[in-house]
């Protein structure tokens, strides 16, 4: 059996007026997340852990912000296309373990059904995938609410 890990980061910008999507769901908060796409961090952080792990370069390559057709995309959208490709390789997703960073609003509540969609997304056992949340002690642009950052690490494996 082949394993591989990957690691993924992404931050957005948070505004005000913006909706905030974190994985794959909106949440209600007076800020919001800035990007091409739907900005959802948690996603973007998966998407490029899974790409790394597969040696299939960035979310940026594969899906650039100068490209029309990713505007306001969905992020699950970007999710399901990045599976397909490290399928194409011949691997399959094993486990993620991820965190989110910021400072509000607080998001233990909604990891529950984050958990639901990125599993049925990935195509995993929601038992297979983490979602953390911390904040920053008011430290920093995330504690300062000026934006949001993931972290995520996967395991990917081919027989």
């Given at each position: 059996?082949?394993?591989?890990?990957?690691?993924?980061?992404d931050?957005?910008?948070l505004?005000e007026?913006?909706?905030?999507?974190?994985?794959?769901?909106?949440?209600?908060?007076?800020?919001?997340t800035?990007?091409?796409?739907?900005g959802?961090v948690?996603?973007?952080?998966?998407?490029?852990?899974?790409?790394?792990?597969?040696?299939?370069r960035?979310?940026?390559?594969?899906?650039?912000?100068?490209?029309?057709?990713?505007?306001?995309?969905?992020?699950k959208?970007?999710?399901?296309?990045?599976?397909?490709?490290?399928r194409?390789?011949?691997?399959?997703?094993?486990?993620?373990?991820?965190?989110?960073?910021?400072?509000?609003?607080?998001?233990k509540?909604?990891?529950?059904?984050?958990?639901?969609i990125?599993?049925?997304?990935?195509?995993?056992?929601?038992?297979?995938?983490?979602v953390?949340?911390?904040?920053?002690?008011?430290?920093?642009?995330?504690?300062?609410?000026e934006?949001?950052?993931?972290?995520?690490?996967v395991?990917?494996?081919?027989n």
């Amino acid at each position: 059996m082949k394993i591989r890990t990957g690691i993924g980061y992404d931050v957005h910008k948070l505004a005000e007026g913006r909706a905030l999507t974190i994985g794959g769901i909106k949440i209600s908060h007076e800020k919001g997340t800035l990007g091409h796409s739907d900005g959802d961090v948690l996603i973007h952080a998966i998407c490029d852990a899974l790409l790394g792990a597969a040696n299939l370069r960035d979310i940026g390559f594969h899906f650039p912000d100068t490209v029309a057709e990713y505007k306001g995309i969905d992020s699950k959208i970007l999710l399901k296309k990045v599976v397909t490709l490290v399928r194409e390789k011949g691997f399959e997703v094993g486990n993620i373990d991820s965190t989110i960073v910021l400072q509000k609003p607080k998001i233990k509540n909604h990891i529950p059904k984050m958990k639901k969609i990125l599993a049925e997304t990935l195509l995993i056992l929601e038992e297979d995938v983490s979602v953390k949340a911390t904040t920053t002690e008011y430290l920093g642009f995330a504690g300062r609410e000026e934006g949001v950052a993931a972290y995520a690490n996967v395991l990917i494996f081919k027989n």
